[in-house]
């Protein structure tokens, strides 16, 4: 998502005659895309705002993204800090900043109600990706509200953007050679849920495996409880979606998984899992989850760490519990103290890597598609990095055996 995002606002000051230089560098102006979805997110955002001014005292500097649609006083309050500039005002950046540099606005804080917004309003058919994998965003926000999570009031209520220009963008994008594109959302699996006709992720995946020149389409983060019957055939049996599923699961206790509001149940996201992996054996199950919820016991520990070590991941990024504004987890007791939290961090991350290492495992001597990246590596269907053979050409898909 935030590839995309500054990605659009990159090319509105590039196609404005401004010079992108090294962050680490003196600048005019310093835009900072922030995250919020930890409190760790919202330190390295700051930490990022305070380098800027020391880097050059006079700048403009820009706070815009997630943490700044979420708590727009706070970076304000910020010496460092000029502009902020929320989510629903992503997309007047450049204006908002060369009228702040002609004194004709005297405001500081630009942040509006973003569960008003309706449309995805900075999806752009001209950004210019300099990656190897374009990521495209074609949905934004999340209707599921779980109790920890504080992203739909960054990000607001589902906004998609409609088939037909999303085909419009990808067919440019094959047009202009690129073999993979990662097509990405707040929650993709909700794809099409604004439109109330029937649009979903599967109708939209049906359009695009059409278009000529695209290798494979990479989907990133879904839920299990979003993936029906239909969606799973396709995305299993199809060659043209990736065998890479980000499902997130936050944790393998039932109890807790109440707590937070999920949608699903253990055994229910077990099922899911395995019937995707018996369906398409080279494919790599991505997963999140998170330590320390309010009220995890240590049998609940012990029941969700029994569960992850039960299916067959391929990666896991694990978090410790944070409260986040708004968020009814911030308000559940006890809390589990930091030290009990630091411990079970350590467990589940020591697991993650061995779960990497037995997906790998599992994974040699089996032929993948990988796609040459600029740097002179890999990265295989099945989200594995590597070195490239040698003479491969960046931006082109080669067969390997592992």
Request: net charge positive; with cysteine; proline share 5%.
């Amino acid at each position: 998502m935030n590839f995309f995002d500054t990605d659009f606002i990159r090319t509105q000051f590039l196609n404005r005659g401004y010079k992108e230089v090294p962050f680490g560098e003196k600048a005019d102006v310093y835009i900072i895309n922030t995250c919020t979805v930890t409190k760790g997110a919202d330190r390295d955002s700051r930490k990022y705002i305070y380098k800027t001014k020391r880097l050059n005292p006079n700048a403009v500097v820009v706070a815009t993204g997630c943490y700044a649609q979420v708590s727009p006083e706070e970076l304000a309050s910020l010496e460092e800090v000029d502009l902020v500039v929320g989510n629903t005002h992503k997309n007047e950046i450049l204006k908002l900043v060369e009228e702040y540099l002609e004194r004709k606005n005297p405001g500081k804080v630009f942040v509006g109600e973003i569960f008003r917004e309706g449309e995805v309003k900075n999806f752009d058919l001209t950004v210019s990706f300099e990656h190897t994998r374009p990521f495209l965003k074609v949905q934004e926000g999340c209707n599921s509200f779980c109790s920890f999570c504080v992203i739909p009031y960054a990000r607001g209520k589902v906004r998609s953007v409609p088939i037909p220009k999303v085909v419009e963008a990808v067919k440019r994008l094959a047009d202009q050679g690129y073999k993979e594109i990662v097509l990405t959302g707040t929650q993709l699996s909700q794809y099409g849920w604004d439109f109330h006709d029937g649009t979903n992720l599967l109708r939209l995946l049906e359009k695009l495996i059409q278009i000529e020149g695209i290798e494979y389409f990479r989907l990133s983060s879904m839920s299990v409880a979003e993936i029906d019957k239909d969606l799973l055939e396709f995305i299993t049996s199809n060659p043209k979606i990736a065998p890479h599923f980000h499902l997130s699961l936050q944790s393998g206790s039932e109890r807790i998984l109440k707590l937070m509001k999920r949608s699903y149940t253990a055994e229910e996201y077990r099922e899911k899992v395995l019937q995707i992996v018996e369906r398409r054996p080279i494919t790599a199950i991505g997963t999140d989850i998170i330590v320390g919820f309010p009220t995890e016991s240590d049998k609940d520990f012990e029941e969700s760490y029994r569960f992850v070590e039960s299916l067959p991941f391929a990666y896991m990024h694990v978090f410790p519990y944070s409260d986040r504004p708004f968020t009814k987890a911030s308000k559940l007791e006890p809390k589990v103290p930091p030290k009990v939290i630091k411990e079970r961090l350590k467990l589940m991350k020591e697991l993650s890597e061995r779960k990497k290492l037995q997906f790998r495992e599992k994974m040699r001597g089996k032929t993948v598609r990988g796609l040459v990246l600029g740097n002179g590596d890999l990265l295989t269907e099945n989200y594995i990095t590597l070195k490239a053979p040698r003479g491969a050409k960046t931006g082109q898909i080669v067969k390997i055996t592992l």
